[in-house]
């Protein structure tokens, strides 16, 4: 009676396999899901706010050379400040408002419309990086619960991407959404917060590598279905072993020879 030992390259391999599977998967999930979008998210009303365009680049073969954006016209903002870029130039536009508003005794006549950061010779978002664009803002309305502010990407093979579709609650995401800023109430008891906001992702003078960090830990993920899928491999290769000596036949008893049988009658 024999038995057939247990494959063992198979399992590990297989082990590997679905590690290396879940962590492709996870990594393209990312890279589909990166959109433009305004950082932090929220605001107080009738407060200042440092906001973070955060913009990156979805294309695999081009890189992000011009970005810009849009301020919404029916809710005017009177001051807008930006941060330089290093190897980028920075371009605004302004638009009369009727009637002129009032920000802090003063009335306002003109304020920005448009912003737009154009990469100088050599320099741009390549694919898998990302870069924050920051803006200075307020005082922010108080009648309205969100800013919406379209944008248009621009790569170097002459693809312009706009982020400019509205977001409906309770809806599937749109391909494309715009920015959005949600407005909030402030704590203290005229209303507001009284401090500007910093976003805590803003980085200013780099271009960061968006996959940097998701990689490390996505890869590891793999590695460890992977190490869990060889450990598996190894004890059932060992249970096998255990299994196929147990069920070993005994070796059956040497039959006399002849001469000893006939001593045996004498």
Known sequence: ????????????????????????????????SAHVTAQPGTAVKGDRAI?????????????????????????????????????WTEGVTKTRVTPPIESEGER???????????????????????????????????DVDQLVMPAVQTYDD???????????????EPAHPAPVLTLVAG????????HQQDPTTATTGTTVTSSDNTARWLAGAGLLVGALGLTAGLRRRRAGKRRTGDFQLAPEPRQPSDRARRHSRS
Request: charged share 10%; hydrophobic share 40%; proline share 11%.
């Open 108 to 142: 306002v006549n003109e304020v920005v419309h448009t912003i737009t950061w154009t990469a100088q010779p050599g320099n741009r978002i390549g694919p898998g990086q990302f870069a924050n664009f920051q803006i200075s803002i307020g005082p922010l309305p108080q």
């Open 1 to 32: 009676m024999t038995t057939t030992p247990l494959p063992k390259r198979p399992i590990a391999r297989m082990g590997c396999a679905l590690g290396a599977a879940l962590a492709i998967t996870l990594l393209t999930g990312g890279v589909a």
């Open 187 to 194: 704590t203290g008891a005229d209303g507001t917060a009284g």
């Open 51 to 87: 906001v973070a365009l955060n913009v990156p680049t979805e294309s695999d073969t081009a890189g992000t050379v011009k970005f810009e954006l849009t301020l919404p016209a029916d809710h005017p903002i009177a001051e807008v400040l930006t941060t330089p870029w290093p190897g």
């Open 158 to 172: 002459g693809k312009a991407v706009s982020w400019d579709q509205a977001q409906t609650p309770g809806a599937p």
